[in-house]
């Protein structure tokens, strides 16, 4: 009996004392983010989420791994419906229209007031930024964030007698170049492509599109404020029907191309061009086994592509200590050059803050791999990747449209005007 | 029926009833939370305009507008809706061939029957997303299993073959489990029925014709219904492979509503497919069911 009082005791202690070993109390937040790429950023980002807690032990990141940004924004819209709301998530940048016409978004000018944070908000490449605010406020800060650059193999075009310093610069010579590039066998059966630009709609078709415009004088599929779209405008015709003249002459393989094989089709050397996120960089670095080089995308009247990648979003609803826990890692994340340059040459996303170039590492990162810098200098010439309000909706659309006329289903001209309608339908809710 | 004592003793009568419902009651009452509650409430939120630009203002009652757009306006929907029909109509009667040739054979067999049977059945046991991917993997253009016979077999990426090369894998899928009943139902027919055809001289087409596709009856009904259903429940492959592309020549109601209601937040139009899915499947198998139950011959 007295064995058992006294047992009864310690745990009463215990108990009692648990909450004093806690006084340091840690809150515990779960971060949804997506991994559109190869070469597994899902790692690095779980070992920055330890890092953060060791660094900060009051707070506890969850990285939960959400699948595509499409499964990402599911997944967010579903926990936010079901008033199980996240504190923070790593989410498209184009999905801001949406979230903010859902009312769920904090900006984070009302967190960051010390002039400390008004220069950290104001530290990323402008090129980013055009996704990331809106009406003035910031409610998106850049993280893994690219723009669309050319890979090409080096050893296939010496193979076909084109300088492999002198990638296409112009569409004009993309067809050319890529046309010498296409190898047939014996009985006929191309065995190799010139030219892959992917466009299925499982991946980023509408933001390939986009290449094709943004090259035409920087030409973009909607207007600032997300509530009009020009598909059926001349030029995106133009671009559309350039690209599928591509196909026609047997350039890129007929019918839809898929994001998720274009870079293994590229390593596996069955095409000699590819457009392509520079956010599979580091991958590509790793697995080619042949010379390859990047550039910017090639102009037609001028350089241009859209940018592209995730931002990270804080959502109303959460106790407000969980938001000042989730603005002080969004800080860490993304205020300190060396952490934004190492995740850059992990992966191959742009280091959203110049000064991230001007770290030791980068600079003796980039001297031996120039290619690191592709994107980078094409951010000049960026614009915003197609965002508008109701995303999903209209960016189907967009996406079954290109689809429409890869597989010559429909005229470019025909696909176009139609998804201009529908997404007229959807859009005129909102103007 | 004819038990006299029921008819006569009401009070007896009353508590078999009572004891009949009790015992139903469990899975009434599952059925109703978790299958007629949401068909209701499908049915219910398919009268209203629920989407985006409705998420501030909430639900907008529209009455049957969802549906008559539908079926006038939603070329994806009629794409979908051909597309099942497609699927059904050639997926079924392969499925059942090849499923009867398959159990014939494994029922034969003398050696490796085992191995045979495994065999046959191992594409029944991998999960569906499993399956998409080692398809996904067959049907690569270059350097994919078919790819090294033709480097320019594009099935996935053309319309005029993604769906013909979706059946091809739902049937090889699916083969393996109707074979599963078939074995079973030619267990059940009595050998003696061979022998006496055989003793009339009767060759193995005849014996097939008149013997064992007539006993296999109830079997083939059963699995009408099941293949028929699969049909439409069967679409977790489009997540991995073509996301119902390209052009939505692979699209397929199920999908279609997890497009519109996951992908696009449209709840009202999402609750609208829904409920013309489960009219459909309710009254195929009401149909089938009705119908060829009465010419069944149960051996």
Redesign the interface.
């Known amino acids: 009996m007295r064995k058992l009082a006294s047992l009864l005791l310690a745990a009463l202690l215990l108990l009692g004392l648990a909450p004093l070993a806690g006084a340091e109390k840690v809150i515990e937040l779960d971060m949804y983010f997506p991994v559109s790429v190869g070469g597994g950023p899902d790692a690095l980002i779980s070992a920055l989420c330890e890092q953060f807690h060791a660094e900060n032990p009051g707070i506890k990141v969850n990285p939960v791994y959400a699948g595509s940004y499409a499964d990402t924004r599911t997944k967010v819209l579903a926990a936010i419906q079901g008033n199980d709301v996240p504190a923070v998530a790593l989410m498209f940048s184009i999905d801001l229209y949406q979230l903010y016409s859902m009312g769920v978004l904090f900006d984070y000018d009302s967190f960051a007031t010390t002039p400390e944070d008004q220069a950290w908000l104001n530290g990323f490449y402008p090129g980013f930024m055009e996704n990331s605010r809106l009406g003035g406020k910031t409610y998106g800060i850049p993280w893994q964030r690219s723009t669309i650059i050319m890979y090409y193999n080096k050893d296939l075009f010496r193979e076909a007698g084109l300088n492999p310093d002198a990638p296409p610069q112009n569409w004009t010579e993309l067809a050319e170049f890529g046309s010498k590039l296409v190898k047939k066998d014996a009985n006929g059966q191309t065995v190799r492509y010139g030219v892959q630009i992917p466009s299925d709609k499982a991946g980023y078709a509408y933001w390939m599109l986009q290449t094709f415009t943004l090259t035409q004088d920087g030409f973009n599929l909607m207007s600032d404020d997300g509530t009009e779209v020009y598909f059926d405008n001349p030029k995106t015709i133009r671009g559309l029907e350039f690209w599928k003249s591509l196909s026609d002459q047997g350039i890129q393989a007929p019918g839809t191309a898929k994001w998720s094989t274009t870079v293994s089709d590229f390593l596996e050397q069955k095409v000699a061009i590819i457009y392509h996120t520079t956010g599979n960089l580091t991958n590509v670095r790793k697995n080619a086994t042949f010379d390859f080089g990047t550039s910017r995308l090639p102009a037609d009247t001028s350089f241009g592509s859209p940018t592209g990648g995730g931002n990270f979003y804080l959502f109303k609803g959460v106790p407000e200590e969980q938001t000042q826990a989730a603005v002080t890692f969004v800080k860490w994340m993304t205020n300190n050059p060396e952490r934004v340059a190492q995740w850059s040459i992990d992966t191959g996303y742009v280091a959203t803050r110049p000064e991230a170039y001007d770290t030791a590492r980068m600079i003796e990162y980039t001297e031996g791999f120039p290619s690191a810098l592709t994107a980078r200098d094409q951010l000049e010439f960026a614009k915003a990747e197609f965002s508008v309000y109701d995303q999903g909706a209209v960016q189907d659309i967009l996406d079954t449209a290109i689809e429409a006329a890869m597989t010559g289903n429909k005229t470019p001209a025909d696909a176009l005007k139609q998804a201009q309608q529908e997404a007229d339908a959807i859009l005129a809710d909102y103007r | 029926m004819t038990d006299l004592r029921l008819k006569t003793d009401s009070a007896k009568k009353w508590r078999t009833t009572y004891l009949a419902w009790g015992l139903l009651l469990p899975s009434v009452a599952f059925l109703s939370v978790f299958t007629l509650y949401p068909i209701g409430y499908s049915a219910y939120m398919s009268l209203f305009k629920n ?3 409705t ?2 203002t909430g639900p907008q009652y529209i009455g049957l507008k969802n549906y008559v757009d539908l079926f006038t306006r939603d070329a ?1 929907f009629s794409k979908a809706f051909t597309n099942n029909l497609i699927i059904a109509a050639v997926t079924v009667p392969l499925s059942i061939a090849l499923a009867v040739a398959m159990a014939i054979f494994a029922n034969r067999v003398k050696a490796g029957k085992g191995a045979v049977r495994v065999s046959f059945f191992y594409p029944t046991l991998l999960p569906m997303v499993a399956v998409a991917n080692i398809w996904l993997f067959i049907y ?4 994919g299993l078919l790819g090294s016979f ?3 077999w ?1 099935f996935l ?3 005029n073959t993604v769906l013909q090369a979706m059946i091809v894998m739902l049937v090889w899928k699916q083969a393996g489990y109707v074979m599963i009943f078939y074995i079973a139902g030619l267990q059940n027919i009595n050998q003696e029925l061979y022998e006496a055809a055989r003793i009339d001289g009767a060759n193995a087409g005849q014996m097939f014709r008149r013997i064992t596709w007539p006993l296999l009856r109830p079997t083939t009904i059963y699995v009408t219904i099941i293949t028929l259903t699969n049909a439409y429940k069967m679409v977790d492959h489009l997540y991995i492979m ?8 692979s699209n397929m109601l199920l999908f279609y509503v997890y ?1 519109k209601a ?5 709840t009202g139009v999402a609750s609208a497919v829904t409920v013309i899915l489960i009219a459909i499947l309710l009254i195929a198998t009401s149909v089938h069911f009705f119908t060829q139950d009465r010419r069944t011959f149960y051996a």
Do not use: C, E, I, L
């Not at chain 2, 690569?140 to 350097?143: G, I, Q, R, V």
């Not at chain 2, 073509?242 to 020549?249: E, F, L, R, Y």
């Not at chain 2, 996951?262 to 449209?266: I, M, R, V, Y």
């Open positions: 989407n985006m630009s998420f501030a994806v690569t253009p270059m350097y033709n480097p320019n594009r990426d053309n319309v073509t996301k119902g592309g390209p052009d939505n020549a497009q996951f992908d696009q937040s449209n």
